[in-house]
Structures are given as structure tokens and as C-alpha cells.
């Protein structure tokens, strides 16, 4: 009789490749959930988590270094790489619970391989956490038409008077001419005929692809859209605005009273930084695009309120010519001490991650009409969300009814110029 033969139960091996990008698009997941989660104005704080795709995060912060650091303020600027740790006997990672973690090029041993399919650049400050397929050379990606009629001239690229180098990039400075960005980058909003108005910035832009899009694409480009530091592709992304005619600002992170500051990132702007090392941090903020006309936070209800630290972030914005936006309700009292151009946000809108929501939203737009047709000009902040996109959409077209105007969030700013 054949003798039996008994099979052993074997668990799947996976690759080492397969958990590190598992583990990464985990550790993305989690950080931009923590991350783009603004909480709202008044004594009630809400925590929202934006749809996401895709994130790129800074280079770690590291201790000043002798010379070759100094630029930088102590912020390496060399680019991170996967590095893959020692591998078990049934061929899984073994690295504690990291998986792969990120490593600097120095880091890497004779026979370590870094997982990626191009070198490292060593100008480069950030890395590509989620992956994106990149189009075939010579090929024009394609994109659909928009049917919402262009009621407004393209905001202007970034021009070269109005940018000035630093280790991090090109960040905004004001033209030999005086001219300014918040001045230059703006919608061509004629300022009305004394018709009340309501502006409103939305926000979180470029973490989503589908929503980013469709915010450009199918909103008035009288609303202005701010972009999230750590998306990708963010040239892309504000150049397609600023053709639609949207102006553009950056969301600068900042820290909140609520949740943990180092979920804001490498980047974020904190009470417990030095001002040189926040401003650091704000000149690379800076350079993530161009062409934008202002700054605006994300939460910051601690960060706003500590004046030795917010002081020098509005100075700099101010040197910049760029104009800042404030939801806080702190900013705008170091207006005269700082010389900044600040506006502040009269509504914010709830956070609405289905149709259940849209209530809500359609009340505060409400809200705003009637502070406009108080005080001849509104502005409110929202957060991108099919559903708020949605209802911004259809309150946009019933304006015109109600004796009410949209204008862009550059006629907010005080001193704002008529001529770029």
C-alpha cells in the first residue's frame, strides 16, 4: 500500500517590494488623514479627513551640519530612497514593523539597492510616496472639456521679476517695478457696481485627482482655490487653474490647539520652532508652485494666536508680496504691526463627505448672502468634497437672482490694485 504522504500548510509569501509599498500607502494614508484635517471656527472644533490619492513628503528635518548646511538652516537636501531591511527565512522583511524605511543615500550599505527605477536626485526635496504612472515621451496627456463658459482672462503664469531663488526653489518677491504677486496673480474681477458680493475660498486642492479637477473644471473662476502643500503634481494642477481664470493660494500647515503638530509634517509651522526655523519651513512652503496671490492656513488656532510666532511668518509673507488669508480670527490684529495683507474668514463651511451634508453647506452659504448684504462683501473657506463642490456649483448660479455678486478672494485683501 503507497504510504501517505503528508503536505505541510504553508503561509503566502509576499515580496518585500509588496509590503513596502503597502506600508507606504498606509503611512500616506494616515499622515494626509491627520494632516489636511481642518477644524472650524468657534468654540466646537470638527476634524475632517479630504479625499486622497496621491501625497509627497518633505525630507526630514536633521541637526545643522558643519558649511554645508547652513543654506538650509539644517534641512537636508538630499532625496530619501527605499531601503530594504534584512529578510527572514521565509523571505518576509524583517524591520521591527517599519518594513522598508527611508534611508539617505550615505545610509546605504555596499550591496544595498535602492527601490526605485531612476536614481536619486540630489536637488530633489521631496519623494513620491504613492506612485503615478508618468505619460510616454512626446504624448500630450489628454483632458476633458469643460463646459462651464469662461467668464474670466486666465490669472498669468509665474513671472520671473516676481520670483527669486532660494535652496528650496523660487519663491515670491516683489518686482524692481513695485509690482506684487497678490496684485499680479489675480482674477481679473473688476470690482463690481456697488452689488454686494461673497467670495470663497476652497481648499485641500490637489490631493485628489477626480475632485481637484472637478473644482477647476465646473466651478466659477471667481472662486479661488487653495492647493495642499504635499500634493503632487501641484505645477500641473495651478497652472490648469490659473488658466480657468481661478486664482490660486498655498495652504501653509500650522499648528492647532487639538491633535498632535507633528501629523502637520515635516513642514508644519510650530509654537515650539524657532522663527528662523519656521521660516525655513514657510520658504520651502513657498516654493511647492508658483503664481499664487496668497497664503492661507491650515488649522494654526495655536500657531496664529502666539504673536512671537506668527509675527515673523506675516513679515515674510509681507517682504514676499504675497497676501495672506486667515480663518483663525488672530491674524488680522498684526495687520498694523506687521504690514501684511491679511483678510479674514467670516464663515467656514462643514466638512461634507456625502449628499447628508449638503444641508449644512446650503445654510452657511446662506449665512454668507446675508453678512454680504450687511457689510457689502463676505468671505468664506471650504474644503474639497464632492458634495460641497456640488452645492457650491448650483448656489453660484442662483446669485444672479438674489441681487448678489461672486468675487474672486483677491477683493478681500486691503490695498488691492486695480492694475497688474
Not at 37 to 64: H, K, N, Q, Y
Not at 78 to 90: L, N
Not at 104 to 112: L, M, S
Not at 297 to 323: C, H, I, S, T, W
Amino acid at each position: 500500500m503507497a504510504a501517505k504522504v503528508r503536505r505541510r500548510f504553508r503561509t503566502p509569501v509576499f515580496s518585500r517590494l509588496t509590503l513596502a509599498w503597502s506600508g507606504a500607502f498606509v503611512a500616506a494614508a494616515l499622515l494626509v488623514g491627520a494632516v489636511f484635517a481642518p477644524s472650524l471656527i468657534g468654540a466646537d472644533e470638527a476634524r475632517i479627513s479630504l479625499p486622497v490619492d496621491g501625497v509627497e513628503l518633505m525630507a526630514r528635518p536633521t541637526e545643522p551640519q558643519p558649511e554645508t548646511d547652513k543654506a538650509t538652516g539644517g534641512l537636508r537636501l538630499a532625496a530619501p530612497g527605499f531601503k530594504e531591511p534584512p529578510a527572514t527565512d521565509f523571505g518576509i522583511a524583517d524591520s521591527g514593523g517599519d518594513l522598508d524605511r527611508l534611508a539617505y543615500p550615505e545610509e546605504f550599505d555596499a550591496g544595498d539597492t535602492p527601490l526605485l527605477e531612476e536614481p536619486l536626485n540630489p536637488d530633489d526635496i521631496v519623494i513620491t510616496i504613492a506612485g503615478a504612472g508618468r505619460p510616454a515621451s512626446g504624448v500630450t496627456p489628454v483632458t476633458a472639456a469643460s463646459l462651464t463658459p469662461i467668464r474670466a482672462r486666465p490669472v498669468p503664469d509665474p513671472h520671473p521679476d516676481l520670483l527669486r531663488d532660494t535652496p528650496f526653489g523660487k519663491i515670491p518677491k516683489p518686482a524692481k517695478d513695485g509690482r506684487l504677486a497678490m496684485h499680479y496673480y489675480r482674477n481679473g474681477f473688476d470690482g463690481g457696481d456697488g452689488t454686494p458680493t461673497v467670495s470663497l475660498i476652497l481648499g485641500g486642492l490637489g490631493l485628489n485627482k477626480a475632485l481637484t479637477e472637478r473644482a477647476i473644471d465646473d466651478l466659477p473662476p471667481e472662486i479661488s482655490l487653495a492647493f495642499a502643500p504635499y500634493a503632487k503634481d501641484l505645477d500641473f494642477w495651478t497652472a490648469k487653474a490659473r488658466k480657468a481664470g481661478h486664482e490660486v493660494l498655498i495652504e501653509l500647515p500650522m499648528e492647532n490647539y487639538s491633535g498632535d503638530p507633528t501629523a502637520l509634517g515635516a513642514a508644519g509651522l510650530l509654537t515650539s520652532r524657532s522663527p528662523a526655523e519656521n521660516l525655513q519651513r514657510l520658504d520651502w512652503l513657498m516654493s511647492r508652485f508658483g503664481g499664487y496671490f496668497a497664503a492661507t492656513n491650515y488649522q494654526g488656532g495655536k500657531f496664529a494666536a502666539n504673536d512671537d510666532a506668527m509675527v515673523p511668518v506675516l513679515a515674510r509673507l509681507r517682504e514676499a508680496g504675497v497676501g495672506y488669508v486667515d480663518d483663525t480670527g488672530a491674524a488680522s490684529a498684526l495687520m498694523r504691526r506687521t504690514g501684511a495683507s491679511i483678510a479674514s474668514v467670516a464663515r467656514v463651511l462643514p466638512p461634507a463627505p456625502d449628499d447628508s451634508a449638503r444641508l449644512g453647506i446650503k445654510q452657511e452659504l446662506t449665512a454668507l448672502e446675508a453678512l454680504a448684504r450687511r457689510d457689502g462683501a463676505a468671505l468664506a473657506k471650504a474644503y474639497a468634497f464632492a458634495a460641497t463642490i456640488d452645492e457650491i456649483a448650483e448656489w453660484s448660479r442662483s446669485l444672479e437672482k438674489k441681487d448678489v455678486a461672486l468675487a474672486p478672494a483677491s477683493s478681500a485683501l486691503p490695498a488691492r490694485r486695480a492694475s497688474r
